[in-house]
């Protein structure tokens, strides 16, 4: 089960990627982020960050690929699901930026949530990259 949002963000790659990768801040950008920190002091391959988001206990989640400056992927299990998350930016030009987030269900119980989950996973990643839209374009 594979999940997949686009938002194009009237703002620089750079700050765009500087703010997806300031993990300690995420709640002050998305509602469905709760609290966020990072274990250590640079977000890269092999980082780990604890995410809470409502409705759900924190999370530890792994990064398992990282390209720098462009997209990293990480990953978290919970209740016999994993979840693998991806963030991918692309450069328009100057001033414009495309923002795609992908999550993918993995797990016995994949099938059996997927009635209960499918429009609220749907919601949670439109709600993300509306939250880092509206964030990275009144900076």
């Not at 997949?4 to 750079?14: K, Q």
């Not at 509602?31 to 995410?51: H, M, Q």
Request: hydrophobic share 40%; aromatic share 10%.
């Amino acid at each position: 089960m594979k999940f997949e949002h686009e938002i194009t963000i009237n703002a620089s790659f750079d700050l765009v990627w500087d703010t997806i990768i300031d993990i300690n801040n995420w709640s002050q950008w998305t509602p469905t982020v709760e609290y966020s920190s990072l274990d250590g002091d640079t977000f890269s391959l092999g980082s780990i960050a604890t995410i809470k988001q409502p409705g759900t206990p924190a999370s530890k989640w792994k990064v398992t690929a990282f390209s720098n400056r462009d997209s990293f992927t990480w990953d978290s299990a919970q209740l016999g699901v994993r979840m693998i998350a991806s963030h991918e930016i692309r450069k328009i030009d100057e001033s414009h930026t495309i923002n795609i987030l992908s999550l993918e269900l993995k797990g016995f119980l994949t099938f059996l949530l997927w009635p209960i989950l499918k429009r609220k996973i749907e919601n949670i990643l439109s709600a993300e990259n509306e939250g880092l839209k509206l964030y990275c374009e009144n900076q």
